[in-house]
């Protein structure tokens, strides 16, 4: 079971990025599944959660408005559209497989994560 993220880079404040999370060896259509980040020095965040089906989906207040979670469950992937980005969006991102279907926004709740992949926004 595997999950690969990417689609990091860097941006410049104002700027966009689009990341995309891969799973093999698992088919997670029936997961609910998420995306944290690592700012530097900082603990593990929660960003954004998307439901089995992709009807529902939940975000933290700090990238809300910015950022949009979707998901192809066709092709087991999932992605994280970044707009309007900020310095302090810079952080390690990282996707994740939850427990259950539905929105899941505790570290706890999820079982398979992928490696992490590093974005970076200068002002």
């Known amino acids: 079971v595997q999950l690969q993220a990417s689609g990091g880079g860097l941006a410049q404040a104002g700027g966009s990025l689009k990341l995309s999370c891969a799973a093999s060896?698992?088919?997670?259509?029936?997961?609910?599944m998420g995306w944290f980040r690592q700012p530097p020095g900082k603990e593990r965040e929660f960003v954004a959660a998307?439901?089995?089906?992709?009807?529902?989906?939940n975000y933290a207040d700090s990238v809300k408005g910015r950022f949009t979670v979707s998901r192809d469950r066709a092709k087991n992937t999932m992605y994280l559209q970044m707009n309007s980005l900020k310095p302090e969006d810079t952080a390690v991102y990282y996707c994740?497989?939850?427990?259950?279907?539905?929105?899941?926004?505790?570290?706890?709740?999820?079982?398979?994560w992928g490696q992490g992949t590093q974005v970076t926004v200068s002002s």
């Open positions: 998307i439901s089995w089906n992709g009807g529902y989906t």
């Open positions: 060896g698992r088919r997670f259509s029936n997961n609910g």
């Open positions: 994740a497989a939850g427990r259950g279907a539905g929105l899941q926004d505790s570290r706890d709740d999820y079982p398979s």
